[in-house]
């Protein structure tokens, strides 16, 4: 049974810094890119950041270029969500999801996704 679980997420002020954690099990984690997704109430879930499997290529929408580095340890199963600089309008419910290659930003195209974990950012 494939899981995804992220974490980290919490209420911050802006400019403030946050990690998410997104850890794995039930698959080859090694064999699977990761992306990161987003939700904002009342707007559709967009893509934020991808990784290869590997982790050798790394994609961002450009909202977060320069802000947000995505990243992951394939010995521990996890991948990671650095966010800095955080903004207002980055509130919103992160999602981490996988596939297998190559790296899309699609988010239809990602098999397994995790819960979610919220992110508010205050002014």
């Known amino acids: 049974q494939v899981q995804l679980v992220e974490s980290g997420g919490g209420l911050v002020q802006a400019g403030d810094s946050l990690r998410l954690s997104c850890a794995t099990s039930?698959?080859?984690?090694?064999?699977?890119?990761m992306g990161w997704f987003r939700q904002a109430p009342g707007k559709s879930r967009e893509f934020v950041a991808a990784?290869?499997?590997?982790?050798?290529?790394?994609t961002q929408a450009l909202s977060v270029k320069g802000r947000f580095t995505i990243s992951r340890d394939n010995a521990k199963n996890t991948a990671y969500l650095q966010m800095n600089s955080l903004k207002p309008e980055d509130t919103a419910v992160y999602y981490c999801a996988v596939k297998r290659e190559p790296v899309v930003t699609t988010e239809k195209m990602y098999e397994y996704w995790g819960q979610g974990t919220q992110v508010t950012v205050s002014s």
């Open positions: 039930g698959l080859t984690f090694s064999s699977y890119v």
């Open positions: 990784i290869s499997a590997r982790g050798g290529f790394t």
